[in-house]
């Protein structure tokens, strides 16, 4: 395990009172694990929307969209075009014209963002949203 340092946080009583719902609703042992969970995902989007990270990573892209007239078959010919990056998708009817799909994608994140972009851009796309993760080396860890 990596070292640790302890570092002192000083907050105001409804900000800690918030924190500590918070914490508890998700299931957080204590605050430590909460808030290093929420600086690695603060840090992490920060580094994807510089444009400064680098090597594989994963992501999901959540879009929901009308299944009218040809949008399926772009969609479908758009992942198609870029199955290296396209790992899995899964397609559910939300109703009789609205579909929601959870795409998982890797690559370099460039690669990632370009595959997302160009599936948000479809016309009949009303909702696209990318969560990416940058990918440790596996040398050293145990899953």
Do not use: W
Request: with cysteine.
């Amino acid at each position: 395990m990596d070292r640790i340092t302890r570092v002192g946080v000083s907050l105001e009583p409804g900000l800690l009172g918030r924190f500590d719902k918070y914490l508890h609703k998700k299931g957080y042992d204590n605050r430590s694990q909460a808030l290093r969970d929420l600086l690695r995902k603060t840090l992490m989007e920060a580094e994807l929307a510089d444009g400064r990270v680098r090597g594989e990573v994963v992501a999901t892209l959540t879009i929901v969209f009308s299944n009218y007239s040809g949008v399926t078959e772009r969609l479908l010919k758009l992942q198609h075009g870029h199955h290296h990056g396209i790992s899995s998708t899964t397609h559910i009817h939300v109703d009789g014209q609205t579909c929601l799909e959870v795409l998982a994608l890797k690559g370099s994140a460039e690669e990632v963002r370009h595959i997302a972009d160009g599936i948000r851009a479809v016309k009949g796309v009303q909702h696209g949203e990318l969560v990416t993760i940058k990918v440790k080396s596996a040398r050293g860890h145990r899953h």
